[in-house]
């Protein structure tokens, strides 16, 4: 039996590095990281499992090949100010919080949103803030954000996440009309604020549920 460090560490070597992931920066953090303390007790074994792993509420913590590609997606740097919608477990917000100088994350179920707060608080981590909001409509408070990611898809970019993007900034998220697939999408705000697009690949997230998403109960029909 090998220990969850050895783990990680296999994780990021195989799953990330041999897959791709060049950023040092996010290998760094996902080799600190303890992607065991997210999940529940009974999952501890399948922490580094190449796939993504239940949660509760119908929702998964994304397969770490993804999240790294997601926060690679970003180019986040030290002063990077993030926008997370789907903050989960709270794992892929621990692991930008490494990276950029403040996280703001919102979860749409309070349970999981309570959870991944305790869960940041029980590992000090100090420049991630938790709401239980309706991620469509952004977080008006603490914007502008150089970074918006999304961990669920929805049908159209919500324009309040526009609205709530820095010159320059970058927003990454799965984009799709269908609930079970989406296109993994980046735009990059240009000088003349414009947004250049680059499609990133075929991904398959639970649905942006909200004002601006899919309407309440898609998350609840058999999608993980
Ligand atoms: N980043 C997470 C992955 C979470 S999965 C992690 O590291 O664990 C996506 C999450 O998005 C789910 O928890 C789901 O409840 C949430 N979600 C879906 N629609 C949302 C919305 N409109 N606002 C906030 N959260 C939303």
Redesign the pocket.
């Known amino acids: 039996m090998s220990t969850l460090d050895e783990r990680r560490g296999r994780m990021v070597e195989w799953q990330l590095e041999r897959r791709g992931i060049r950023d040092a920066a996010v290998l760094r953090a996902m080799n600190e990281v303890p992607r065991e303390r997210?999940v529940a007790a009974e999952l501890l074994d399948s922490a580094y499992d190449d796939a993504p792993l239940r949660?509760g509420?119908g929702?998964?913590?994304?397969q770490p090949y993804i999240?790294a590609r997601m926060i690679e997606a970003l180019r986040l740097t030290p002063r990077s100010r993030v926008l997370?919608?789907?903050?989960?477990?709270?794992?892929?917000?621990a692991v930008m919080a490494r990276i950029a100088a403040h996280v703001t994350t919102?979860?749409?179920?309070p349970r999981?949103a309570d959870t991944a707060r305790d869960c940041l608080r029980s590992l000090a981590v100090a420049n991630v803030a938790v709401h239980a909001?309706?991620?469509?409509l952004g977080w008006p408070d603490d914007a502008p954000y150089d970074a918006i990611v999304a961990?669920?898809g929805g049908p159209r970019v919500p324009d309040a996440w526009l609205e709530q993007l820095a010159p320059h900034g970058t927003l990454v998220m799965p984009l799709g009309d269908t609930l079970t697939r989406q296109e993994l999408v980046r735009l990059t705000r240009d000088d003349g604020g414009g947004l250049r697009r680059d499609n990133l690949g075929a991904v398959v997230f639970?649905?942006?549920?909200?004002a601006q998403?899919w309407r309440a109960g898609a998350?609840s029909e058999g999608v993980s």
């Open positions: 997210f949660i509420a929702q998964t913590i994304s999240v997370e919608i789907g903050a989960g477990s709270g794992y892929a917000a919102l979860e749409r179920h999981l909001a309706d991620g469509t961990a669920a639970v649905p942006l549920v909200g998403g998350d």
